[in-house]
């Protein structure tokens, strides 16, 4: 499966600051995700990021807050934007190797927001 | 859409004995379902799935058996090792949803020495 990477692994942010969290894979994958692991929790898919174009975002998430990049099959970002403490959370970016249906994770980035 | 849920939120065993965690799933149409293990301080990884076409799948120690008609999936892990203590998520792909992977709310596996 492919390698992923994740930078920062984790971070401390001011509320109304902006982190932007890069994920690197070491292979061109079809589909890459990003998610949300809130404290405790399960897995919540914030956006699709699609290559050449805008990401699609699911309910309850939004360009503005979440903006996304993928300029490339190997290389996507995700911003955090103005953020608050309730946007404390592991953010995950995942990929799918051709149309397999199989996300393999990333480490994740540990954000806490003060 | 599509609704996983997961039992038990918390499951605590003996070293060596036999650890199941089930899962129900609402879409009649999923036909893919992984299951993830998350150790503390990293991503989820994948350590089994299971597509409708097969009732039953087996790796080392860990299987997975599938009832479509019920809409039940469960996770087996056998002779457990301290190892094993982690998060499990189980996950279903929702076709109604637009290929969405939608994950249950998760188990904390103990193993006890």
Known sequence: ?114 | GENVEQHPSTLSVQEGDSAVIKCTYSDSASNYFPWYKQELGKGPQLIIDIRSNVGEKKDQRIAVTLNKTAKHFSLHITETQPEDSAVYFCAAISYSSASKIIFGSGTRLSIRP
């Open chain 1, 1 to 114: 499966s492919a390698v992923i990477s994740q930078k920062p692994s984790r971070d401390i942010c001011q509320r109304g600051t902006s982190l932007t969290i890069q994920c690197q894979v070491d292979s061109q994958v079809t589909m890459m995700f990003w998610y949300r692991q809130q404290p405790g929790q399960s897995l919540t898919l914030i956006a699709t990021a699609n290559q050449g174009s805008e990401a699609t975002y699911e309910s309850g998430f939004v360009i503005d807050k979440f903006p996304i990049s993928r300029p490339n099959l190997t290389f996507s970002t995700l911003t955090v934007s103005n953020m608050s403490p309730e946007d404390s959370s592991i953010y995950l970016c995942s990929v799918e190797e051709g149309h397999s249906d199989t996300q393999y994770f990333g480490p994740g980035t540990r954000l806490t927001v003060l």
